[in-house]
């Protein structure tokens, strides 16, 4: 057993799961309990003891294990989900930022953030950087907050400036000084499930001058950055992250996100700053970002994190993102001859880390979440081993990251509340929120001159 015992009428008492603590001190746990008590876990091991007031949860034909982290996805796209399933990044840029993006009205960015957090706590995302770029005024960024709040997920919300041309396309207008008020009215402390960071444009997206004057910005809010870097464009030629460089303001304190195009000298340069990844593997294939880095990365001694991007263009479950992670980087380790055998060097378990532990990190939140450790966060989720499409487990990494999918994501904690429990989120009025989506939906497409006939025909 590690940590204390407690009796304490608010502990709950996960008992007899097979525990993958992601923690390299404790390993894999199996038939184990975990004891939580408030937001924390305090103890991990078998046999232990809680009030008979605990909440006791059987975790026999379960795996209990860290929530997932998201470092980047843009929830306010959630109302148009699968829009554009097989975009490019071109395409993506016109069809989705230029025109639907500035659709956008608060109430569709405060439904977005919600159903979008929800839809990530039920995959088992218990930690979800909101890149939010759609603040067409200040109410929006607003929305976005308080969509975040009502789901009781962990964010962070990244704020970040309206959509349009005039703000993306070598831009010569500064990150909107609301971030100020923003920090002021809902970031006061760190002792809340909700943190601030800044979505900064890249040099290129702004002049030389403007992001200097946004990294300066974060940096006295106090506040980490989270940048898009090394995405190919057509007919675009810059280094992002080599422009950052040269005006000195690479540091430990940002995310690079995609790095897909980036130079080796660039992917050094992170390393040597200390600079945190976001690769995110679908959308960067799908729409020809370019190669996904991961390799790249771990050939420099990083650890990426994983993100989902936009669910109008993927899926927006973390699993998806571990497969796709996995085998993509380990079909680059083909050579073009029979004489060399295959030999990639990822595993299923480093795909896991990226979406917990080093997605922690890429939050700056490594002390509080990312693994099953006494003392930390109690953010837990509780996988099915009993159902037709992960049953028998033999390896049970490989049950999560190969076999299971948001249908089997039976419960999930968020500092100790439970916010899923037996396949089913709780306290939310699913329909009711389903037909504010729907509305959402049917402006931004109407008024972006894209909605599907069948929508506006249908019958009900
Ligand atoms: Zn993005």
């Known amino acids: ?49 809680a009030s008979p007031n605990a909440n006791v949860i059987d975790a026999r034909h379960r795996i209990v294990m860290p929530g997932f982290v998201d470092t980047h996805r843009h929830t306010w796209q959630t109302p148009v989900r699968g829009v554009l399933p097989s975009c490019t990044l071109d395409q993506y840029f016109s069809g989705m930022l230029d025109n639907i993006g500035i659709q956008y009205r608060a109430e569709d960015v405060y439904i977005a953030n919600l159903m979008g957090a929800l839809e990530a706590l039920n995959g088992g995302i218990t930690t979800l950087l909101d890149w939010s770029h759609v603040n067409n005024t200040p109410e929006h960024a607003d929305a976005a907050i308080h969509g975040l709040a009502e789901a009781g997920i962990r964010a962070i919300y990244a704020h970040g400036p309206p959509v349009g041309a005039s703000w993306w396309a070598y831009s010569s207008k500064e990150h909107p000084e609301d971030v100020r008020r923003i920090r002021k009215t809902y970031f006061n402390s760190d002792d809340q499930l909700l943190g601030l960071a800044l979505a900064a444009r890249a040099p290129g997206n702004v002049t030389p001058d403007v992001a200097r004057h946004d990294w300066l910005l974060a940096r006295d809010l106090g506040i ?104 993509q980087e380990r079909i680059l380790a083909f050579t073009d001859t029979p004489d060399i055998a295959f030999s990639p060097t990822i595993t299923h378990r480093d795909v896991l880390e990226f979406a917990t532990i080093d997605g922690a990190r890429a939050c700056a939140l490594d002390h509080k979440i990312g693994t099953l450790t006494p003392g930390k966060q109690a953010d837990i989720v509780l996988i099915r081993t009993d159902q037709v499409n992960v049953a028998p487990v033999v390896d049970p990494v490989a049950t999560v990251v190969i076999c299971a999918d948001t249908s089997n994501v039976d419960t999930v904690f968020v500092a100790g509340k439970i916010v899923k429990h037996r396949g089913q989120l709780v306290r939310v009025d699913m329909s009711r929120l389903l037909d504010r989506l729907s509305g959402a939906r049917d402006h931004l497409l109407s008024n972006a001159g894209v909605i599907p006939k069948w929508i506006l025909s249908r019958r009900d």
């Open 224 to 327: 980490r950055i989270s940048v898009h870097v090394g995405m190919r464009l057509t007919g675009v030629h810059v280094n992002h992250v080599g422009t950052l460089n040269e005006l000195g303001l690479m540091g430990p304190d940002t995310t690079y996100i995609h790095c897909t195009d980036s130079t080796d000298d660039e992917l050094d340069l992170i390393a040597k700053t200390g600079g945190t990844t976001s690769v995110a593997p679908y959308v960067e294939m799908l729409m020809g970002h370019g190669v996904p880095p991961t390799g790249r990365l771990l050939a420099r001694g990083m650890r990426p994190s994983l993100s989902i991007d936009v669910v109008s263009s993927v899926p927006g479950d973390m699993f998806t993102q571990m497969r796709t992670a996995l085998v």
């Open 1 to 49: 057993m590690i940590g204390g015992k407690l009796y304490a009428d608010d502990t709950t008492l996960i008992k007899g799961g097979y525990v993958l603590t992601l923690d390299p001190e404790l390993g894999d746990m199996p038939h184990t309990d975990v004891l939580i008590q408030g937001s924390k876990i305090v103890a991990i091991g078998q046999d232990l003891e």
